[in-house]
């Protein structure tokens, strides 16, 4: 990371310590300083050389605020949240529901001023987004916040963008997409791989990307991302929706979905019964354009995506083992993946990489096809980046290096001449080939493949790190739980 970019993120950060002291989590934080910075920078587009029309009305601009002090300035940045929040646009999405949680006005007037001294506009894309970028993972690193759930490890992203390769005037979604990472990492990729004309940069700044994000929060915290990043526009239309993308079938279609569904194996509804008491049930999403219905919202997840693509568009998605080896509705899902898309590449993912421990997780990458009587998948390649591998999030965290092989591997420029590094005489080569006959006859169709023998289990003297073995052990016992009280539901029946 650059040394400014560094040191304006610890100073950022900085604030925190005592913002804490005040009750002020670090989510609340984030969200403030999302207010405050896109005010300061409206602030800067509005000036020479810019002269842009901010679309903030007068009296409510950072100019109104940045020279004030106690009650006075606590008393401007309310009136100012709230009458922004009444504006159209990526404005008013921003700011819809703005209340001021920074109590103490003397930490709000460092914030403040920490702010106005920085030149937001004059710092390039990169800069901007990585402090960005950086302040939300600071904020997921934070265990107490649980904003872990949605931020996606950045290599991984990259990995994936890099091998859909997704092209100039074609359009992508996340269906959840968080705090917005496979939007920019898409859109740098298209930048950078392509010389593009005006038209083409229009079409990707307004009509490349759709979402859908359901928690508040971080649906803000998304649009100030890709606003600092030139996706969409302040009256423009709004890239992302907020709500439970699961709902319906939103109507359109897209060339490509990268996505990371939330973790939890379940949706669930929460409601007050006839004594008062909050209870929670089973959320089952019944549409008529999904194959089977279930209150698994990973399964969900992958029917809504391939409703959203086009017949010839690309998907590389997120999920976690269950969602290959589960039966009922698991099978069902995976049967129609098989025969209605070409499920073509498994990547199975190591641990350690995701904020929540013990997470085994896997990205699955399907191109769905026209309607056709023919099966439609004819071999699943498999790779194995889990087996003998381990990463941690601080003293070893993965890197985009630690994916090259895997990218190399999947062949991105074409695909139909990739080459196996397993054989009979390299049992531990991590890319294996599976006819679709071989994957048909496996119980429950199952896909979670491996086949490289785990040194731990042969070498008692190799054990795993502690941190690790204490993540298997905690998955274990919540799996092993979610299994019981499933089990108990339907006694209870």
């Not at 700044?205 to 929060?217: D, H, I, Q, R, S």
């Not at 979905?257 to 004594?275: A, H």
């Not at 039966?327 to 995976?334: F, I, K, P, W």
Request: aromatic letters at 10%.
């Amino acid at each position: 990371m650059p040394e400014q970019t560094s040191t304006i993120i610890s100073r950022v950060w900085g604030m925190c310590n005592p913002l804490r002291d005040d009750g002020i989590s670090y989510g609340d934080y984030l969200e403030q300083l999302t207010y405050l910075i896109f005010l300061k920078m409206a602030d800067e587009y509005s000036k020479p050389p810019y002269n842009k029309d901010s679309g903030i009305p007068t009296g409510y601009t950072w100019a109104d605020m940045n020279t004030l002090t106690g009650t006075a300035l606590e008393s401007q940045y309310k009136t100012t949240l709230e009458t922004l929040g009444e504006q159209g646009g990526i404005l008013g999405k921003i700011f819809k529901g703005a209340i001021n949680k920074i109590s103490n006005v003397a930490i709000l007037y460092r914030i403040v001023q920490m702010i106005d001294k920085e030149k937001w506009v004059s710092m390039s894309t990169d800069v901007k987004g990585e402090i960005y970028e950086g302040l939300l993972q600071k904020n997921a690193e934070d265990v107490k916040s649980g904003a872990g759930q949605y931020f996606t490890p950045r290599p991984l992203i990259r990995a994936m963008v890099r091998c859909l390769r997704p092209e100039p005037m074609k359009t992508i979604a996340d269906p959840c997409c968080g705090s917005g990472g496979f939007f920019l990492v898409a859109q740098e990729f298209i930048a950078q791989t392509n010389q593009l004309d005006r038209e083409q940069k229009a079409f990707l700044k307004n009509e490349t990307f759709y979402g859908n994000e359901l928690v508040a929060v971080t649906f803000k915290l998304c649009l100030m991302n890709l606003y600092l990043h030139n996706i969409g526009d302040i009256y423009g239309n709004v890239p992302v929706a907020q709500g439970d993308s699961l709902l319906t079938d939103p109507g359109y279609r897209v060339d490509y979905v990268m996505t990371n569904p939330p973790f939890g194996k379940k949706s669930s509804l929460t409601f007050t019964n006839e004594e008062g008491e909050q209870e929670e049930e089973d959320l089952v999403y019944n549409r008529s354009d999904f194959w089977t219905t279930s209150s698994n919202k990973q399964l969900n997840f992958v029917q809504h995506i391939n409703t959203i693509l086009k017949p010839t568009g690309k998907a590389a998605v997120v999920v976690p083992d269950n969602v290959l080896f589960e039966g009922g509705a698991g099978e069902v899902v995976r049967k129609k993946l098989l025969e209605t898309t070409d499920l073509h590449t498994i990547l199975r993912l190591p641990t350690g990489i995701f904020y929540k421990p013990g997470v085994k997780a896997n990205v699955i990458f399907f191109d769905k096809r026209p309607a056709s009587p023919e099966r439609q998948t004819k071999e699943v390649w498999v790779y194995d980046f889990r087996t003998n591998v381990h990463f941690t999030l601080k003293q070893n965290p993965m890197t985009e290096r630690d994916l090259e092989d895997f990218i190399a591997c999947y062949h991105p420029e074409n695909r139909h001449e990739r080459k196996e590094t397993w054989s009979p005489n390299d049992p531990d080569g991590r890319w294996r080939r599976f006819g679709i006959d071989e994957i048909m006859a496996r119980d429950k169709t199952s896909l979670d493949i491996f086949w490289i023998k785990d040194k731990a289990l042969a070498d008692l003297d190799n054990l795993p790190a502690p941190d690790e073995l204490a993540g298997d052990i905690i998955e274990n016992l919540q799996s092993a739980l979610e299994s019981f009280q499933e089990l108990m539901g339907q006694l209870r029946q």
